[in-house]
């Protein structure tokens, strides 16, 4: 999965700013000059973030809320707020697609 940016989309899911969210399998992950390799160990698929996709994931080291991810990118990114949370949701919404990230239950 490649994202080097983010765009708004009128078919994004609509974002929890409270939904926490988590990594889920075993994976390694190595840099690259203009983003990051993950490689699942279970399977063997192996998946190019960009730059941008690959911060979320190193921030994903731990779980994090829409909006913890969305402040930090925010503090380094030409984005607005409401554009940064939404991207991010539709973001992790395509990883969970993927199995690579789950949702951690908010009172959990």
């Given at each position: 999965?490649?994202?080097?940016?983010?765009?708004?989309?009128?078919?994004?899911?609509?974002?929890?700013?409270?939904?926490?969210?988590?990594?889920?399998?075993?994976?390694?992950?190595?840099?690259?000059?203009?983003?990051?390799?993950?490689?699942?160990l279970?399977?063997?698929?192996?998946?190019f973030?960009?730059?941008?996709?690959?911060?979320?994931?190193?921030?994903?080291?731990?779980?994090?809320?829409?909006?913890?991810?969305?402040?930090?990118?925010?503090?380094?990114?030409?984005?607005?707020?409401?554009?940064?949370?939404?991207?991010?949701?539709?973001?992790?919404?395509?990883?969970?697609?993927?199995?690579?990230?789950?949702?951690?239950?908010?009172?959990?």
């Open positions: 999965m490649v994202r080097k940016g983010f765009s708004s989309q009128d078919d994004e899911p609509t974002v929890d700013l409270r939904e926490r969210w988590r990594r889920v399998g075993d994976f390694v992950s190595a840099p690259l000059d203009d983003g990051i390799v993950v490689l699942d279970t399977d063997g698929s192996h998946y973030l960009g730059e941008t996709a690959g911060d979320i994931w190193q921030l994903l080291e731990e779980p994090r809320t829409v909006a913890e991810i969305g402040e930090e990118l925010v503090s380094t990114y030409a984005i607005t707020r409401e554009e940064c949370q939404s991207s991010v949701g539709a973001f992790l919404h395509d990883l969970a697609a993927k199995q690579l990230v789950e949702r951690v239950p908010i009172d959990g």
